[in-house]
């Protein structure tokens, strides 16, 4: 507004008429011209986000990162405040136990979310709960049992393990696999999401028609680290796919085994349905030297570029994934449910307005899904809630997979912990 040079008096008088006008009506003075208004309030919430580093979980961070374009930092003015576990979580659960509840210090915080849901994300939620039971606590892709997120959070989001138990080797065979090869180690297989998944695999495999191979590799989070576990997969891959053949479908558990795993897959041979926790961001770049820095946030323009590049390295047909990151859009998208639920646009027992909120960041795609069932009770969680998207194969499109069936039987079978 243009500042004026007028008496003193002239000024009290007009600015009383003008909050006499912002009080009966909408907001503007006799004439049509804006009221005056003291300075803008701040918000009236915060929402925190914990999210894995680059090395770790990058989709997960740069969901994050996209909260923070749209929304602002705390620091800033804005309403998200971000923050990252440590990269060995397992040794320093108590330092990613701290950086969730820390969060919980601030008074205008409303919701935090922490994705992935790594070991530790339980207990924090529950020490907050205590003494803040106002938060809205999500849990993006929990590592810890169904029955003990459940307890803490206001809601666990997962990938569907038990429906792409089945739906990845059917892909598979697609594909024309005749090997089904699944990477982990067992801190990974000790998880009831992952363990679970492994056995319907295999029984998924035999159905099928696939053998079903299972290798241990070093766990990431271990001593030999990420740079000592990313070097196995180098030096070992070559030989997993000379013992099995270029006909099979590899798949690992961890997203830090999954770039050199695709870089010696376009070396050697061998097939990729689609990563752990999918994305066109997961691997690929790194494994095909491609800059999407131009393209970041664009989703159809980077499945385009690597798209591009795997058909250029003899991969059509062969490597696929989701055409949206899981991580970036649980990550973002959680942020937003817990936006419009704090603004009263949502609810967070509505599995509806979650889609409509993961859908803000996945236009067109396809989700299925259901809450999660435990196999040993047959009780339904009200507060679990497991989801998949359709497989995009490069050179090829999309395969209709959530228009599959998945056999009730891979429903009940049992989590027996190796």
Same mark, same amino acid.
């Given at each position: 507004m243009k500042k004026l040079i007028i008496p003193v008096v002239i000024v009290l008088v007009v600015a009383g008429l003008l909050v006499t006008g912002c009080n009966r009506s909408s907001g503007t003075a006799s004439g049509g011209q804006p009221a005056s208004s003291a300075a803008p309030a701040g918000p009236s919430y915060h929402i925190g986000i914990v999210t894995g580093t680059v090395s770790q979980s990058e989709d997960d961070l740069r969901g994050a990162e996209e909260l923070i374009r749209r929304y602002g930092t705390v620091a800033s003015g804005g309403i998200i405040q971000h923050v990252t576990y440590p990269d060995s979580f397992m %040794? $320093? $659960? +108590?330092? *990613?136990? *701290?950086q969730i509840t820390t969060l919980a210090s601030d008074p205008l915080m409303k919701a935090i979310i922490v994705n992935q849901g790594v070991p530790g994300t339980a207990e924090a939620f529950k020490r907050i709960k205590e003494s803040r039971p106002d938060i809205l606590l999500f849990a993006g892709e929990p590592h810890e049992d169904p029955l003990v997120i459940q307890e803490a959070a206001t809601l666990a989001l997962s990938a569907d393990f038990i429906s792409r138990g089945y739906t990845i080797p059917w892909a598979a065979k697609q594909l024309g696999a005749d090997t089904f090869v699944h990477i982990s180690f067992p801190r990974h297989m000790s998880y009831e999401s992952l363990g679970l998944r492994r056995q319907i695999f295999e029984a998924a495999c035999n159905d099928l028609g696939i053998r079903f191979v299972f290798i241990t590799a070093p766990d990431p989070t271990s001593d030999v680290g990420i740079a000592g576990a990313q070097q196995y997969i180098l030096e070992q891959a070559p030989q997993w796919i000379n013992q099995y053949g270029r006909n099979s479908v590899f798949f690992c558990t961890n997203d830090a085994h999954t770039e050199p795993l695709l870089r010696q897959l376009f070396t050697y041979g061998g097939m990729f349905v689609e990563a752990d926790l999918p994305s066109p961001l997961m691997g690929y770049p790194g494994a095909l030297g491609i800059d999407l820095s131009a393209e970041a946030g664009n989703f159809p323009a980077i499945l385009k /570029? @690597? +798209?591009?590049? @795997?058909?250029?390295? &003899? =991969?059509? =047909? /062969? !490597? &696929? *994934?989701? %055409? #949206?990151? #899981? =991580? !970036? *859009? @649980?990550?973002a998208g959680l942020g937003e449910f817990a936006k419009r639920i704090l603004d009263g646009r949502a609810t967070a027992s509505n599995a509806s307005d979650l889609y409509a909120a993961l859908g803000e960041f996945t236009p067109g795609a396809k989700w299925n899904g259901g809450f999660y069932i435990d196999a040993n009770t047959g009780v339904r969680a009200r507060n679990q809630l497991l989801v998949y998207m359709d497989t995009y194969v490069m050179g090829q499109g999309y395969l209709p997979t959530t228009e599959q069936v998945v056999p009730d039987k891979y429903y009940q079978i049992k989590f027996q912990q190796q």
């Open positions: %040794a $320093q $659960q +108590e330092t *990613t136990i *701290t /570029k @690597v +798209e591009d590049a @795997v058909i250029a390295r &003899g =991969g059509a =047909g /062969k !490597f &696929g *994934t989701w %055409a #949206y990151s #899981y =991580g !970036f *859009t @649980v990550s």
